[in-house]
């Protein structure tokens, strides 16, 4: 028995209308992962003929760790978020491989070529102002602003779609063609039409702590996901930007030591070279009463005109 059976015994999930033949697809063998996560191993790989495309398209390939059920879960799970949302911003599904007796399961998906925000980021870093690492732009303030702007429409789009991303971090966002912004990595969203939150139903492993808004881990708030934890979570991707990649909190290891200064009224510095006004956007992002964090549509309006005041 497959366990794709288990998992989706009617079969009428996004693996009907997004089924592609497996032998469709070209890997380069010689060719390192693109990403390796808890969960599972991203390829690049071409697909003839996906989409109604033209002959060949670069993908992205993403399989579960072999033999591990939560994987396979947690990646169809993704898979079935993906494959409700459309956006210039978001990650696109082009295909799965999920037929029965057929494994391991393959969700392909719109290959971004500059890979993670974060790594974007880290190679792009001044050094001195001018001395770039070859191959790499000097990112201007102005593009650094266009980075949040981006990802705020793309949230906001999944936000209206009543889906919590749960999991926003530079690591998961892809940097496409024209350096454009793709929110990725699905694993942790949940779909909550009708509810508006979602609450835990029990405390995973390895949770990305820094990123998290303080009632999604706490027990007197009932671990409480919404749309006001992603907007937590987007501050901490705007600091993240800012800071052309650098790890917040570097110094706090236990995630007692966080909470703890969070409540006392501490937040992230400053980055440097960063606005008054973009620091003002993430320190509202971290306001501990959810309510009184700013909607996506308020920030889109915020950089929107800092976008302009730039020009
Ligand atoms: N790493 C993880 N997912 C990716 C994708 N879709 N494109 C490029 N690199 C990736």
Not at 149 to 170: C, E, F, M, N, P
Not at 221 to 241: A, F, M, N, P, Q
Request: with cysteine; proline share 6%; net charge negative.
């Amino acid at each position: 028995n497959s366990v794709f059976e288990y998992v989706d015994p009617d079969r009428k999930f996004a693996s009907e209308r997004f089924e592609f033949p497996r032998d469709a697809l070209v890997f380069d063998a010689a060719a390192p992962p693109l990403g390796e996560g808890a969960f599972g191993q991203v390829f690049k790989a071409e697909a003839l003929h996906i989409k109604g495309k033209e002959e060949r398209t670069i993908v992205a390939v993403k399989t579960p760790k072999v033999d591990d059920p939560d994987s396979i879960t947690n990646l169809l799970s993704e898979m079935e978020i993906m494959a409700k949302v459309t956006h210039e911003n978001v990650i696109k599904l082009y295909g799965c491989c999920t037929q029965p007796g057929d494994e391991p399961l393959y969700v392909i998906m719109e290959y971004a070529e500059h890979g993670n925000l974060k790594d974007f980021l880290r190679a792009s870093k001044p050094n001195d102002g001018y001395l770039q690492p070859r191959g790499v732009l000097p990112l201007t303030s102005r593009d650094l602003l266009r980075f949040s702007y981006q990802i705020a429409s793309g949230v906001k789009y999944l936000t209206d779609k009543k889906v919590l991303h749960r999991d926003l971090a530079a690591r998961n966002i892809l940097v496409a063609e024209n350096f454009v912004m793709k929110v990725a990595d699905f694993g942790l969203s949940r779909y909550v039409q009708g509810h508006d939150y979602y609450k835990k139903q029990q405390i995973q492993g390895l949770l990305p702590v820094k990123w998290m808004a303080p009632e999604t881990m706490s027990e007197e708030h009932e671990y409480r996901y919404s749309t006001e934890s992603d907007v937590w979570s987007y501050g901490v991707v705007v600091w993240e930007i800012m800071t052309f990649g650098a790890t917040p909190y570097p110094n706090m290891t236990r995630p007692d030591h966080i909470t703890d200064f969070l409540n006392q009224g501490m937040r992230l510095e400053r980055p440097q070279n960063c606005s008054e006004e973009v620091y003002r956007l993430m320190w509202d992002c971290w306001m501990i009463e959810p309510s009184r964090r700013p909607k996506f549509d308020v920030i889109l309006q915020r950089l929107g005109d800092l976008l302009q005041l730039t020009a």
